[in-house]
């Protein structure tokens, strides 16, 4: 999906796009160096991604300190690709590294105490000795280490995810190819989804499809139908479609590193009255939504919009978080801003030109056990928002009907 007679994404702009952000979070901040373990962290600083299986095992981590060059430490027959093969890192900066795989290798083996020792002696020679390090995630006895040699250790999570949140138009094109591939699995899943075919294997019939087109990781897809929908299980299961269920999918993948979570919800052979009113009423709160996203809006403004939980059947925001939401898309799932009730009434968050975040409703149906669940994904432009999901759904679509 990139040609040479169209300009969609500048890559090495978008490189330069994250890096600057990066820095500019640093060099806003008290800390001397950012430590970064989590993957999507290190995405954005690098350049560089392995495979999921890897990347989060807590072993990759890179070093940016001011006024240097990214340091990169992966596997390390893959930080010799990096060095063939990504030429905006110094291949001096791309180093073998193993911290321990999550615990399997004990700390006793001395590897943390080693890569702390290596680090502290980096920032020594850059002369950011007793600057804080900022960190992201991390392991415990990492934290421990790097307390033990000295190091005062902040939280650089909030610095990375606000860098992250305005996102550049070659990340809005990322955005958009993945949602436009999702956009094409929901026309494949309409077509199939009759009576006798199993959760399982829309979810199987997904997977190949996004793979086919392009993915880099389809990361979860939900298939959830009949007496399923209600409580929302956020899983799949191997059960039979049947005549007159409803069904609704979310299909979270990434295309060049960048998501999508992208629900609908469809009736199998024929609806009822009240899987209509509960999909009505579910647009109807997502509508509203969508009408509120511009700049300058806060997000409690948003999530007043939806309603209460109680209105719904739960007992408090907490049981119900994640049926009415919004989060950030980007190279994580869940990025800034997050809109719910349970927290947005308490810190409201401003929205602004660039953001790009899923808004979701959810409405149990009065039949006790279907539902109707909504997604559509959107860009806040200085005009006011843009949908990027584009798959119908203004309507309770039956598929296949008698």
Known sequence: ?????????????????RLRRARAALDGSECGAFLLFDFYNIRYVTQTWIGGALGDKMTRYALLARDAAPKLWDFGS?????????????????????????????????????????????????GLAGAPVGVDIVEPPFLFEMQRQGLRVVDAQQLMLDARQIKSADEIMLLTQAAAM??????????????????????????????????????AINAVSGERCNPHPHNF?????????????????????????????????SSTA???????????WMDASIAM????????????????ATAFGFEDEMA?????????????????????????????????????????????ASDGFSAARIEEEVVVTPDGCRVLTLFPAQELMVANPY
């Open 1 to 17: 999906m990139g040609v040479d007679y169209e300009q969609r994404v500048d890559f090495d702009r978008l490189r330069d796009h």
């Open 78 to 126: 893959a930080a010799r690709h990096h060095r063939l093969h990504s030429p905006w890192l110094d291949p001096a900066d791309c180093h073998a590294g193993m911290l321990g795989l999550r615990g399997a290798i004990a700390p006793t083996a001395g590897l943390m105490a080693d890569a702390v020792s290596r680090i502290k002696g980096i920032l020594a020679d850059a």
């Open 182 to 219: 999702v956009d094409g699995v929901y026309q494949d899943i309409v077509e199939v989804l009759k009576p006798g075919i199993r959760e399982n294997e829309i979810v199987a019939l997904a997977g190949k499809r996004l793979y086919e087109m392009g993915s880099d990781q389809v990361e």
């Open 237 to 269: 299961s191997d059960r039979l479609i049947r005549p007159g269920d409803q069904a609704f999918f979310d299909i979270i993948h990434s295309y060049n590193g960048y998501r999508t979570c992208y629900y609908r919800t469809f009736s199998v052979g």
């Open 274 to 284: 009240a899987q209509r009113e509960a999909y009505a009423r579910a647009r109807e």
């Open 293 to 308: 996203i511009k700049p300058g809006v806060g997000t409690d403004q948003v999530a007043a919009v939806w309603p209460e």
């Open 320 to 364: 119900a978080f994640g049926l009415q939401f919004g989060h950030g898309l980007g190279l994580g799932l869940h990025e800034r801003p997050i809109i719910s009730r349970l927290n947005s009434m308490r810190e409201p968050i401003e929205l602004r030109a660039g953001m790009v975040f899923a808004l979701e409703t959810y409405c149990p």
